[in-house]
C-alpha cells in the first residue's frame, strides 16, 4: 500500500530533486559582465541640467548627455551652494551606464537644504574610480518651498 507524501515528505522530495543541480542549471539565462565601453571622445549635456522637484528640504536636479562609456558605474555630481560664486556642497548618486544606449539620463537628490532659500549648482558625471568625464555645466539655480 502506497502513502501519499506528506508536508514533510513533498518538501524533502523538492530538496532532493534540485540537490544534484548546480545553479548554473537553474537559470538559462546568466547575463555575462560586459568590459567597460569605449570612452567617447566628447561629453556633452543634451538635455538639462534642470530642477525636477524641490521640497523644503531637498532636491532632485536632473540631466541627460550622451552616454559617456568608460566604466559601467558612474555618478551624477552636483556641485551647490547659495551663493553662485562659492559653490562648496557636493551630491553624488549612483548610476549604471548601459551600454547600448545613446545617451545618460543622471538624476540626484540633495538633502539638507534650507527652506525658501535660493540655491546655486554645476552638474558633471564621473567614473566611480573618480576620474572625471569632462563635463561641467554652467551655473544654474532653484529655490526650496
Given at each position: ?20 543541480v548546480n545553479a548554473a542549471q537553474l537559470t538559462p539565462y546568466a547575463p555575462k559582465e560586459l568590459p567597460p565601453a569605449k570612452r ?106
Amino acid at each position: 500500500m502506497k502513502r501519499p507524501l506528506g508536508k514533510v515528505g513533498i518538501a524533502g522530495a523538492v530538496i532532493l530533486l534540485y540537490s544534484n543541480v548546480n545553479a548554473a542549471q537553474l537559470t538559462p539565462y546568466a547575463p555575462k559582465e560586459l568590459p567597460p565601453a569605449k570612452r567617447t571622445a566628447r561629453v556633452h549635456i543634451t538635455q538639462g541640467p534642470e530642477l525636477e522637484l524641490a521640497k523644503s528640504d531637498w532636491a532632485i536636479i536632473r540631466w541627460t548627455s550622451n552616454n559617456p562609456g568608460g566604466a559601467d558605474e558612474h555618478f551624477g555630481v552636483v556641485t551647490y551652494g547659495t551663493d553662485s560664486g562659492n559653490l562648496k556642497e557636493t551630491a553624488k548618486s549612483h548610476i549604471r551606464l548601459n551600454q547600448n544606449h545613446s545617451y545618460t539620463v543622471f538624476r540626484v537628490r540633495i538633502d539638507g537644504l534650507k527652506p525658501q532659500t535660493t540655491y546655486y549648482y554645476t552638474v558633471n558625471s564621473m567614473e566611480a574610480n573618480g576620474r572625471s568625464d569632462g563635463v561641467k555645466s554652467t551655473v544654474k539655480h532653484f529655490t526650496t518651498r
